[in-house]
């Protein structure tokens, strides 16, 4: 098991950037596939990106694909998505998730492990 918690969330204008991190701990990192899935208010969970365990495949949902990007450094334990260019209907808890896999893309019942999560609220 890998305890995870996610950081950089807050308010933020329409059209601006915010970058999420999530810092891991418990385990080697380096093992494991991460996600990054968002719930907005009165919505089912969405995932938004993924990344493998190595960093050489990244996977992007249609609606955030070509704004947000997702990244990892294995040596600081922490996976970050870099968010630009954010719209009204972004805003949403963003959550990381971790398995101990090489790839798990972007299936969140694939996932075990998650953090608590981070507000992304982005105004008009």
């Known amino acids: 098991q890998v305890q995870l918690e996610e950081s950089g969330g807050g308010l933020v204008q329409a059209g601006g950037s915010l970058r999420l991190s999530c810092a891991a701990s418990g385990r080697t990192f380096s093992n494991y596939a991460v996600g990054w899935f968002r719930q907005a208010p009165g919505k089912e969970q969405d995932a938004v990106a993924a990344?493998?365990?190595?960093?050489?495949?990244?996977y992007y949902s249609d609606s955030v694909k070509g704004r947000f990007t997702i990244s990892r450094d294995n040596s600081q334990n922490t996976v970050y998505l870099q968010m630009n260019s954010l719209k009204p209907e972004d805003t949403a808890v963003y959550c990381c998730?971790?398995?101990?896999?090489?790839?798990?893309?972007?299936?969140?019942?694939?996932?075990?492990?998650w953090g608590q999560g981070t507000q992304v609220p982005v105004s008009t």
């Open positions: 990344i493998s365990r190595n960093a050489d495949k990244t």
């Open positions: 998730a971790a398995v101990g896999t090489s790839n798990s893309r972007l299936l969140s019942t694939t996932y075990k492990d």
